[in-house]
C-alpha cells in the first residue's frame, strides 16, 4: 500500500457515464473509489445505493471501493454493501444505536471498517472502539453535498486523530472529505492525513491525470 492514497468521489463524476468515468479515474492514477450514499435523513441529499457498487464491480471495476454511507439506520446498508462488493464501509457514530456492533459487522462480512466524524463530532467516539477499525474519516465540510469549502479547523482535528492512531500503534487509515484541493493537500497530508477523497477538484477538471500528478506532486514536495 503506498504511503498517500487518493480517492476520488464519484459524486461529481457524470452519472450518466458513471463506469467510464470511474475507469478513467482508475487509469489516472487514483487508488480508491470514493462512493458516497446518501439516504435524504441523515443528510438532505440522496444518491446511490448498493446495486450502483455491483454494478462497479460487474462492470470490472477491482480498485478497492470506499463506501462512505451518510444515512441512518446503518446495519442494513452494511449487509447490502457487503453483498455488493465494497471494499472500506465507513458510517457515522451519531448514526449508529449500536457503533460496536455496527463496526463487528462489517469486520465480519470481510470488509474494512471505519467511523466518519463532521466537522462538529468529537473524537471521543474512537474511545474503546479503536481496536475495531482500519479507518479514521474526518470531514472537513459538512457533509450532503459537493463542492464546499475546506474548514480550516479540521487541520487541528487531524493532528489530534493522528496522534491517537500513532498512539495506538495500530494500522489505521486516515482519510480527509470535503475541499481537498491541489493548492492544500500539502498542508492536509502535513497534519496527518494519509487517504485523500476529492470530488469536484478532480472530477471538474478536463484532465484527471494532470490533476492527480499535480495532488501527487504536492505530497512529494
Ligand atoms: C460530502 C461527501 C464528499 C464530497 C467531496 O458529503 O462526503 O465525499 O463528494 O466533494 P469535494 O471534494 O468536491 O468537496
Ligand atoms: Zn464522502
Known sequence: MTPFQIAPSILSADFARLGEEVDNVLAAGADIVHFDVMDNHYVPNLTIGPMVCEALRKHGVTAPIDVHLMVSPVDDLIRMFIDAGATYITFHPEASQHVDRSLQLIRDGGCKAGLVFNPATPLHHLDHVMDRLDMILLMSVNPGF?????????????RAARQRIDASGLDIRLEIDGGVKVDNIREIAAAGADTFVAGSAIFNTDDYKATIDQMRAELTK
Open 146 to 158: 459537493g463542492g464546499q469549502k475546506f474548514i480550516p479547523g479540521t487541520l487541528d482535528k487531524l
